[in-house]
């Protein structure tokens, strides 16, 4: 298991918005973690009613973050390249408010495509074995 002092680095996401806790695997095209931010009082996604399901393709979009970092560096990079998330498909959200779940969620992304240009990944988002949502997204990563 990587701690999030390990590859928070990599990665853009900082302070709360780094909603992720810790890799508990990955490999050249899968990463899984989980995160209990859900649950916590500062999310910075939360709105008045609590974490709306649809906030998942957000999880989902750093997982895909955390794994081009991992690989990046596994390249002997520095972390991931900046990328813009343009397109969400097939999204599926089984749930509406996730943040009363206890304890941890886990979090699935596997890479469909990378090239320099950008990539698109599957994710999915559960709860004690509990589908809570999944779907595909993609990121472009600007010209430098």
């Not at 990955?26 to 009082?41: C, F, L």
């Not at 794994?67 to 991931?80: F, I, N, Q, S, V």
């Not at 469909?112 to 589908?131: I, P, S």
Request: charged share 20%.
């Amino acid at each position: 298991m990587l701690p999030k002092t390990d590859w928070t680095r990599l990665i853009p996401h900082a302070g709360t918005m780094c909603l992720l806790d810790a890799v508990v695997a990955w490999d050249e095209q899968r990463i899984h973690a989980i995160s209990a931010g859900h649950a916590r009082a500062d999310n910075p996604l939360r709105g008045e009613h609590g974490l709306h399901a649809v906030h998942l393709a957000e999880y989902g979009a750093q997982a895909m973050a955390v794994h081009g970092g991992l690989l990046a560096r596994a390249r002997g990079g520095e972390g991931a390249r900046p990328g813009r998330l343009v397109s969400l498909r097939d999204l599926v959200l089984l749930a509406e408010y996730v943040d009363a779940l206890d304890g941890h969620l886990d979090v699935h992304a596997e890479c469909l495509y990378a090239d320099a240009a950008g990539a698109q990944y599957a994710f999915r988002v559960a709860h004690r074995g509990r589908l809570l949502a999944s779907g595909r997204a993609a990121v472009i990563h600007p010209a430098a």
